[in-house]
């Protein structure tokens, strides 16, 4: 009865969506550690574990992690250098974890770029060990967290990407913030 009095009404939240050369995801865009992680997961312990999984192949394959040579261009400026992993958010989370950086607006028509100069147990506790919500700014300068509208990214290799938990898409790419483009039905103005 309410979804029938809210269409009727027309009550709806608009949300960015992000877009990587011609493809949309919803929630991030990875390369590197992220990638890895995914594709290294035990698919027995996938189905035994859940979620757990994911944990157990992260704190597996940090250890082993390369970095790589990038090149990102954020809304007209460049800067280069060696990472580990490069994760370009629209969303909160990453799998189940709140991310530090995490918004209040989900329609503010900008990216959250996050790139990880040095893996380590330290570094994914900073990350990922964050819970209160609000501006954020790393401690440590082996992380350097960005907003922008517009992102491309070059390897001196090519990468495969995660996105939204599929691999499929390679570096070079460019991501940019469709802004205000997911439409939802809410019962709230």
Do not use: C
Request: cysteine-free; hydrophobic content about 40%; aromatic content about 8%.
């Amino acid at each position: 009865m309410e979804a029938a009095r809210d269409l009727m009404l027309g009550h709806t939240h608009e949300l960015d969506i992000g877009k990587v050369n011609d493809r949309v995801f919803t929630n991030f865009f990875g390369i590197g550690l992220i990638t890895d992680t995914s594709e290294n997961i035990n698919s027995e312990l996938k189905g035994t574990l859940g979620r757990l999984s994911y944990f157990i192949s992260t704190l597996q394959t940090v250890r082993t992690t390369e970095p790589f040579r990038y090149g990102v261009e954020l809304d007209g400026h460049t800067r280069t250098g060696d990472a580990v992993m490069i994760y370009i958010s629209n969303g909160r989370s990453l799998g189940t974890q709140t991310l530090p950086f995490s918004r209040e607006s989900l329609h503010d028509g900008l990216l959250d770029v996050l790139i990880i100069k040095e893996a380590g147990i330290p570094l994914l506790k900073e990350l990922l060990g964050r819970k209160v919500q609000g501006e954020w700014k790393p401690d440590n300068d082996r992380i350097e967290y960005v907003q922008a509208a517009s992102v491309r990214l070059t390897t001196d290799h090519p990468m495969r990407a995660d996105t939204d938990g599929e691999v499929y898409i390679e570096v070079p790419a460019a991501i940019t913030i469709m802004p205000r483009a997911l439409r939802f039905l809410t019962g709230f103005k």
